[in-house]
């Protein structure tokens, strides 16, 4: 992969599978900005992986366009230029649909869905430049569900079709794929007043066609195939790492 010098931004990118991305990308050469809602813990990743490469930390609530715009500005008034977007950002509130109030509902799909098209429309001058690549992270809620998650479901669901919306509009300067994460043990990814022990049973890797509950790094190391010109001829696309999950078939006996 030749990315050096690169610039991404990586929303999301203080915990969990972001925080997993944006080493992966700094692991790559690859200059990383991350917009980052919980100072705290967008402080401490910058710290941690300072060591890795260069990387600066925006605080950012991604459902606001200030905040995306000014994030987008930081990279290319920072370093000159800017090659990928990862959006990854995301939050979950699980009620039951007939307590799930109309604020929340809003809130979810606003910083899932509505930070996915903010970051898209200002960046892709900038990407256009670059013959850059957007990869948007999703979720196998987009395409299966539990109960009372149907605004993070709606949420993941649209990530998926304006994934491949975009990579039509934006085609051929920019391509755009997502990837869709199954059970991704994340854990030891938090910042550190929420990191705990990862304490996961035999019975939960068995499930797994593939033999065991994910890694953060499942789904970066895709993400920076994805961004990288080795998938030039990708785009549109959903990108399922669940470890077989949804293509196994579960009766009741």
Not at 166 to 195: H, Q, T
Request: charged share 25%.
């Amino acid at each position: 992969m030749h990315l050096n010098g690169k610039v991404a931004i990586v929303t999301g990118g203080g915990q969990g599978i972001g925080k997993a991305i944006a080493r992966h990308c700094l692991e790559r050469g690859l200059k990383v900005v991350i917009a980052e809602a919980d100072a705290e813990a967008g402080q401490e990743t910058a710290a941690e992986l300072a060591a890795l490469g260069d990387i600066r930390c925006v605080a950012a609530d991604v459902a606001r366009e200030e905040d995306v715009q000014r994030t987008v500005r930081e990279a290319v008034d920072g370093y000159g230029r800017l090659d990928y977007l990862v959006n990854n950002a995301g939050i979950m509130i699980r009620k039951p649909v007939t307590e799930l109030s109309l604020a929340e509902w809003r809130r979810v799909l606003d910083v899932n869905l509505s930070s996915v098209f903010l970051g898209a429309k200002h960046a892709a001058p900038f990407l256009r430049e670059r013959r850059g690549a957007i990869v948007n992270i999703a979720s196998t809620r987009g395409l299966m569900s539990e109960p009372a998650t149907e605004a993070y479901s709606a949420s993941k669901g649209g990530i998926i079709a304006l994934t491949h919306a975009l990579a039509v509009s934006l085609g051929p300067a920019v391509r755009v794929n997502c990837v869709s994460p199954g059970w991704i043990e994340a854990g030891d990814w938090k910042k550190r007043s929420l990191r705990h022990p990862v304490q996961l049973r035999e019975e939960d890797h068995r499930q797994h066609p593939a033999g065991r509950v994910g890694r953060p790094e499942d789904v970066a190391s895709l993400v920076l195939y994805l961004l990288s010109d080795e998938a030039g001829f990708v785009t549109g696309a959903d990108f399922v790492v669940d470890g077989g999950m949804t293509r196994k078939m579960i009766y009741v006996e």
